[in-house]
């Protein structure tokens, strides 16, 4: 994980505070003691928003990577479906040249098929 300025001030802020607090404390000031929970507690919020801030960043480069990767994936995906068209072309045109009789009988029972339903459907 990155840190950056904000996770650092931070962890300044929180340190700093948590030793003001414990001084208070100490010499029994609870002002210099609730002053130093505040510091502390503003340095712990501090630190937060470094790391909201690093997800932020992270997620807006992924994003972005995404989006220039894009056109190129589109590209390839177009490519492939036409690349699975042709062999799929390819594959019926050399069964109907194996078997004619088979793929007439098949379409004449498609037909049938089709028609029944079709039929079925005005009664």
Do not use: C
């Not at 807006?60 to 990767?69: I, L, M, R």
């Not at 069964?95 to 079925?120: C, D, K, M, N, Y």
């Amino acid at each position: 994980m990155t840190i950056n300025e904000n996770t650092i001030k931070g962890t300044i802020e929180e340190a700093a505070g948590s030793v003001e607090a414990a001084a208070g404390a100490a010499f029994g000031d609870s002002k210099t003691q609730a002053e130093g929970k505040i510091h502390e507690l503003k340095g712990k919020a501090e630190q937060a928003f470094g790391k909201a801030r690093d997800v932020y960043d992270k997620a807006s480069e992924t994003v972005k990577d995404w989006a220039e990767k894009a056109p190129e994936t589109a590209r390839e995906a177009r490519e492939k479906a036409a690349r699975l068209a042709e062999e799929s072309s390819a594959k019926v045109r050399q069964t109907v040249q194996e078997q004619p009789v088979a793929v007439l009988a098949g379409g004449i029972a498609l037909g049938f098929v089709v028609g029944w339903l079709l039929s079925s459907r005005k009664n």
